[in-house]
C-alpha cells in the first residue's frame, strides 16, 4: 500500500503563489507517475499536471500552463506543485496521485493512490 498526503493549501489573494507538496510512504514499488488534480465543489475532478517518475516528462492542463510547475524529488519521495499568479477558478481541492502506469496520466481513472486533499481558496 501506498501513503500519499498533500500539504501547503490555504487562502490566498488572486496573484499570489502557493506550493503544493505531496509525501510519498509505504510499500516500495516502481512509481511511473504522479499527478495533481482538483476538484471544486459541483464539478468534477480534473488533471492539473502530472510527471513520469523516472524521465521527468510532464504534462499541464491548458488552464494552468505557465502558471504551474510540477517537480518531484526522487530522494525525498516527495512530488510538489508550484503555482504562480493563481487566479479564483483555481479555488478547488486539490489532491495528490500516484499511478502504477504512465498509460491514462491525464484521467482520474489512471491512478490507484490517492491522498486526502488540500483546500486552495483565491479570493479576488
Known amino acids: 500500500q501506498v501513503q500519499l498526503v498533500e500539504s501547503g493549501g490555504g487562502l490566498v489573494q488572486a496573484g499570489d503563489s502557493l506550493r503544493l507538496s505531496c509525501a510519498a510512504s509505504g510499500r516500495t514499488f516502481r512509481r511511473y507517475a504522479m499527478g495533481w488534480f482538483r476538484q471544486a465543489p459541483g464539478k468534477e475532478r480534473d488533471v492539473v499536471a502530472a510527471i513520469h517518475w523516472s524521465t521527468g516528462t510532464t504534462f499541464y492542463a491548458d488552464s494552468v500552463k505557465g502558471r504551474f510547475t510540477i517537480s518531484r524529488d526522487n530522494a525525498k519521495n516527495t512530488v510538489s506543485l508550484q503555482m504562480n499568479s493563481l487566479k479564483p477558478e483555481d479555488t478547488a481541492v486539490y489532491y495528490c496521485?500516484?499511478?502504477?502506469?504512465?498509460?491514462?496520466?491525464?484521467?482520474?481513472?489512471?491512478?490507484?493512490?490517492w491522498g486526502q486533499g488540500t483546500q486552495v481558496t483565491v479570493s479576488s
Open positions: 496521485a500516484a499511478a502504477l502506469s504512465y498509460t491514462d496520466y491525464d484521467r482520474p481513472s489512471g491512478y490507484d493512490y
